[in-house]
């Protein structure tokens, strides 16, 4: 059984940093892309970031573009997600998930395995 479990969530300052990791373990990492998406109380889960399989390709959601980096280090089973001049509006739970082991994709329904989610608290 996959399982993935994120950490590095927080309290930070407006314009600070954190750096989000994934752990994946129970199943095959390295031949799969991955993806980080979001949510908050009352909303629609939304894409964050995407990743291929062999990390050559990465997608961004337009709020987060030139301000998070996502990254994979297969040797650890583990993707990143950096970001850098965090925003109030970037609050919210935190979720990495497994995609598809072809493309790259920003809708949810074809990640079939989750996290439990890590809290990112932006404070202004």
């Known amino acids: 059984q996959v399982q993935l479990v994120e950490s590095g969530g927080g309290l930070v300052q407006a314009g600070g940093s954190l750096r989000l990791s994934c752990a994946a373990s129970?199943?095959?990492?390295?031949?799969?892309?991955m993806g980080w998406f979001r949510q908050v109380p009352g909303k629609e889960r939304e894409f964050v970031a995407a990743i291929t399989w062999s990390g050559g390709s990465t997608r961004y959601a337009d709020s987060v573009k030139g301000r998070f980096t996502i990254s994979r280090e297969d040797a650890k089973n583990t993707v990143y997600l950096q970001m850098n001049s965090l925003k109030p509006e970037d609050t919210a739970v935190y979720y990495c998930?497994?995609?598809?082991?072809?493309?790259?994709?920003?809708?949810?329904?074809?990640?079939?395995?989750w996290g439990q989610g890590t809290q990112v608290t932006v404070s202004s």
């Open positions: 998930a497994r995609g598809p082991r072809i493309g790259i994709f920003t809708y949810s329904s074809v990640y079939d395995y």
């Open positions: 129970g199943g095959t990492f390295s031949t799969y892309s």
